[in-house]
């Protein structure tokens, strides 16, 4: 559905302007008036991630006028594969500076407004009632719902992208003339079945594929240029390299668009989304270990059998010494379950520790009462134990 422009158009361009931006200029649907638009337009990119690293980057180089960011995190070496707003001398900085002078490098014209705290509940209607659109490149279900409230709740729209792999999704939301995120995914999957980028990876290149979609919606939104994805949901594999697109229609029976609405304001997300099952925070409670309790039990010949669920790619770049690689899913079908010595105790560990204390609430549950994860995971071992490891 082709919609208006969402903002009015600044006064004027400069001649400086009008020689940056000559090519949108010549192409009648934009002109003069599309790129005043967009001058005066306020976008807010939270994340300055794997999506929202080539859309600041575009959405600068396009001439938005404002650009928000909301980061809280700093500079990785495993960040440089995909979030190409930073470089290697970024490392260990602000990841919010980083992708301040890398937007103000391709454009000095744009106003750049640094949001360096953690999005949540007590701040997002604060920020979000300063921008005109919403830019998701979140890689978590619970700000994903919050990003999703309180745009419903404020009558914003906003362009939201999925990565994962070689797989990406795209849409816009916006309640007043669609459907929301929810009415798409009404609830989070179950904590632990869906991993997240860090757990499973991604194409570093399918970031740049699903912000530029993500790019393209907001100067359509912007400009009231052409028909932007509101109600559709654009699928890319990049394996195939097929684009295809799902209808999403409103759901009247939405807990936040609909018209009784039972979410009426800002719910606590992390409790919705779950992070971790109630049955594997109840298996952790008491039978959580550190990465040094580890190594002294391996010190001292303790009889123990530690098992490493994560994936095979992942043991393969790191592993904690005599780890038995035995994936989640095997434990989660119970295959893995009659292989288990009865004479050690066991020990699991994933990455972080996610992973490990859903399979231990399985192996509490058939019996092994003196089970035990590593909390922190195999990062936390290479941090406290062996610093010259590399870490994903």
Same mark, same amino acid.
Request: hydrophobic fraction near 40%.
């Given at each position: 559905m082709s919609l208006p422009p969402l903002v009015e158009p600044a006064a004027e361009l400069t001649v400086d302007e009008v020689r940056r931006y000559s090519r949108h200029l010549i192409i009648p649907d934009v002109g003069m008036d599309g790129q005043k638009r967009l001058k005066n337009a306020k976008v807010l990119a939270v994340g300055a991630g794997g999506l929202g690293s080539p859309a600041l980057m575009y959405l600068a180089?396009?001439?938005?006028?404002? @650009?928000? +960011?909301?980061?809280?995190?700093?500079?990785?070496?495993?960040? @440089? #594969?995909?979030q190409i707003i930073h470089s290697q001398a970024d490392i260990g900085r602000s990841k919010a500076e980083s992708a301040r002078d890398s937007v103000l490098g391709i454009n000095p014209y744009v106003n750049v407004v640094l949001h360096e705290e953690r999005l949540e509940a007590d701040n997002v209607m604060e920020i979000f009632s300063q921008y005109d659109l919403i830019v998701d490149g979140t890689d978590n279900f619970a700000t994903r719902y919050l990003v999703n409230d309180a745009c419903v709740l404020l009558n914003k729209p906003y362009v939201w992208g999925s990565i994962y792999r070689f797989d990406g999704q795209a849409s816009v939301f916006w309640s007043e003339h669609g459907p929301c995120y929810r009415c798409l995914y009404p609830e989070p999957p179950?904590?632990?079945?869906?991993?997240?980028? &860090?757990?499973?990876?991604?194409?570093?290149?399918?970031? !740049?594929? +699903?912000?530029? /979609?993500?790019?393209?919606? !907001? +100067?359509?939104?912007?400009?009231?240029?052409g028909e932007p994805l509101v109600g559709r949901l654009m699928i890319y594999d990049a394996l195939e390299m097929q684009y295809r697109q799902v209808k999403v229609r409103k759901d009247p029976d939405c807990a936040v668009c609909g018209p009784n609405a039972t979410v009426t304001e800002l719910i606590d997300y992390e409790a919705f989304c779950g992070v971790v099952s109630e049955e594997a925070q109840e298996a952790a409670l008491g039978s959580t270990i550190t990465p040094k309790q580890l190594k002294e039990w391996i010190d001292n010949d303790e009889p123990i059998e530690i098992i490493d669920v994560r994936e095979i790619n992942e043991y393969e770049i790191v592993s904690i010494p005599g780890a038995k690689l035995i994936p989640k899913g095997e434990f989660l079908?119970?295959? !893995?379950? #009659?292989? @288990?010595?009865?004479?050690?105790? /066991?020990?699991?560990?994933?990455?972080?520790?996610?992973?490990?204390?859903?399979?231990? &609430?399985? @192996?509490?549950? &058939?019996?092994? &009462?003196?089970?035990?994860?590593?909390?922190?995971?195999? /990062?936390?071992?290479?941090?406290? /134990?062996?610093?010259?490891?590399?870490?994903y």
């Amino acid at each position: 559905m082709s919609l208006p422009p969402l903002v009015e158009p600044a006064a004027e361009l400069t001649v400086d302007e009008v020689r940056r931006y000559s090519r949108h200029l010549i192409i009648p649907d934009v002109g003069m008036d599309g790129q005043k638009r967009l001058k005066n337009a306020k976008v807010l990119a939270v994340g300055a991630g794997g999506l929202g690293s080539p859309a600041l980057m575009y959405l600068a180089a396009a001439g938005v006028g404002t @650009l928000g +960011i909301v980061e809280f995190d700093e500079v990785d070496e495993s960040n @440089l #594969q995909r979030q190409i707003i930073h470089s290697q001398a970024d490392i260990g900085r602000s990841k919010a500076e980083s992708a301040r002078d890398s937007v103000l490098g391709i454009n000095p014209y744009v106003n750049v407004v640094l949001h360096e705290e953690r999005l949540e509940a007590d701040n997002v209607m604060e920020i979000f009632s300063q921008y005109d659109l919403i830019v998701d490149g979140t890689d978590n279900f619970a700000t994903r719902y919050l990003v999703n409230d309180a745009c419903v709740l404020l009558n914003k729209p906003y362009v939201w992208g999925s990565i994962y792999r070689f797989d990406g999704q795209a849409s816009v939301f916006w309640s007043e003339h669609g459907p929301c995120y929810r009415c798409l995914y009404p609830e989070p999957p179950p904590p632990g079945m869906v991993p997240s980028c &860090a757990e499973g990876g991604v194409l570093g290149v399918l970031c !740049a594929s +699903i912000g530029s /979609i993500q790019v393209t919606e !907001a +100067i359509k939104v912007l400009t009231g240029v052409g028909e932007p994805l509101v109600g559709r949901l654009m699928i890319y594999d990049a394996l195939e390299m097929q684009y295809r697109q799902v209808k999403v229609r409103k759901d009247p029976d939405c807990a936040v668009c609909g018209p009784n609405a039972t979410v009426t304001e800002l719910i606590d997300y992390e409790a919705f989304c779950g992070v971790v099952s109630e049955e594997a925070q109840e298996a952790a409670l008491g039978s959580t270990i550190t990465p040094k309790q580890l190594k002294e039990w391996i010190d001292n010949d303790e009889p123990i059998e530690i098992i490493d669920v994560r994936e095979i790619n992942e043991y393969e770049i790191v592993s904690i010494p005599g780890a038995k690689l035995i994936p989640k899913g095997e434990f989660l079908m119970g295959t !893995a379950l #009659q292989d @288990l010595p009865q004479d050690k105790r /066991i020990v699991l560990h994933c990455k972080t520790g996610v992973r490990s204390a859903e399979v231990l &609430a399985v @192996l509490k549950s &058939a019996g092994f &009462a003196d089970a035990v994860h590593v909390g922190g995971g195999v /990062i936390g071992w290479v941090h406290q /134990i062996e610093p010259e490891k590399p870490v994903y």
